[in-house]
């Protein structure tokens, strides 16, 4: 039999379930994308809220596609939440009360929106649902251009959000928080901007209101959630006794960060574990610069030594050694940490995410965007490294793993996956293995290394690290991590 209400009660007890009456919860939360990270972060957040305050529960708006609302209408909202780790474990998340998909129940979706008891509108729809141009937002986007010719019936996400506003406004309703918890910088910023151009176009008096009225909070959020596959479907039916058509799984560590910026109430968030600031960007900086920086090395320093996956980059002791001490003595001196930030703490929790075995995380998976990620990632340390007279030699290694990475590659007539693939493909062909060459070759990128490579201080740590990795064999690079 399939899980629903009424089977919650016969579940094994070490499965974890709604502590509340879900019967007396009300939707107070309108969420867009109803993908797996949401069902595995917020709405187990608001799970814990419903505990006492009941008028927060969370309708799940599906714009794409109709599999997440056919897969849990029948289980009455019910899935169950796998926790990956040392002590696996299973619980059944209860805050999602109503499943939508908009483009076969538009009229009830847009009706939910307009719902005086709904004051948050929350959205992971990934960054292609933003329909951003750069900055702005895209205004020729296919979406865009249909929403815009019918404001009153749209299809995506920016076209929702507005005309649920739009109806408000007219029912003299106070608006919603708009609340992005997707993964992209200054996400409350870009939405914001997003629809209030949107906006414009359908009504500037509307715009105007929304400018003044509507809040956009940033947020900041991570944890780990892999995709469901067909194990975590038949580990969960054996554990509950009972099917679930959609579970979802995801590592213990949660972080969810928000600024605390809401034009119509909100749960005590605080309560259950969100972390309220008005320095988001600073938890995003500290997110790059101390968990996505040692995984860059690591998969660079791992992929030349053909490991595969981040758990096994840590059971490596010479490279666990290596992340933790570059981690430490490389990155926290240099990180200006967000009030009441605790980077020691960060640290240890990062490092226990990333030898969980639980977690498959592929190194090269995380290699590629080099071009990319290393500004952001690493080289930004770097400069106030150097701008604060701190060494950088512990610093300067993963960059130079990643030139041998791209020469590698290149050697081998293997593509690269970057946006830039093609120029690092050719510098990558006409390195010889001379560091003096190969390194002046990889700084001459200026839209990665300009300014840095004018400082000489970073050019001979480069180049002494390039000497180091040796040939960039598996062994050359053991050895430069044992010395
Ligand atoms: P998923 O594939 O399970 O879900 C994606 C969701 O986005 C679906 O609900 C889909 O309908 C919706 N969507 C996709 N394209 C859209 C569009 N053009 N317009 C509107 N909606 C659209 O993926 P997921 O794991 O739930 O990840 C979703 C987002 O969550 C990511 O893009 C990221 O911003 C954030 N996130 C994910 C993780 C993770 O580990 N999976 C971690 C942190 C943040």
Known sequence: HRLNQAALAALPPDVIRPGYDRAGTRIGIVHIGVGAFHRAHQAVYVDDVLASEPDWAICGVSLNSCDVRDALQPQDGLYTLALLGQNPSLRV??????????????????????????????????????????????????????????????????????AGLAARRKLHLPPYTVLSCDNLPENGRKLARAVVQYAWKVDPDLARWIEAEVAFPCSMVDSITPATDEALRERVATQLACTDAWPVQREAYTQWVVEDSFCNGRPALERVGVTLSADIAGYDRAKLRLLNAPHSALAYLGALM????????????????????????GIVPNVKAPAG?????????????????????????????GSQKLPVRLLGTIGDALAAGHPIDLLCLPVAAWMQFVRRQARNGVTLVDPMAEVLAEVGRATTGDANDDVARFLALDSIFAPLSADDRFVDAVRVAYVRLGDGTPAAVWRALSD
């Open 93 to 162: 998340i209860g805050s999602i009360r109503e499943l939508l998909f908009a483009r076969e129940q538009r009229d009830e979706v847009l009706r939910r929106l307009a719902d005086p008891l709904v004051r948050i509108v929350t959205l992971t729809i990934t960054e292609k649902g933003y329909c951003l141009a750069g900055a702005d937002l895209d205004l020729a986007h296919p979406e865009i251009v249909h929403d815009l010719a019918s404001p009153d019936a749209p299809n995506g996400a920016i076209g929702y959000v507005v």
């Open 306 to 329: 053909e490991i595969e996956t981040v758990a096994q980059a840590m059971a490596t002791p010479v490279l666990a050694a290596f992340v933790e001490r570059l981690m430490h003595d």
């Open 341 to 369: 930030f605790n980077a020691g703490a960060y640290v240890e929790a990062i490092l226990a995410r990333f030898r969980n075995p639980a977690i498959q995380h592929r190194l090269l998976q995380i290699a590629w965007d």
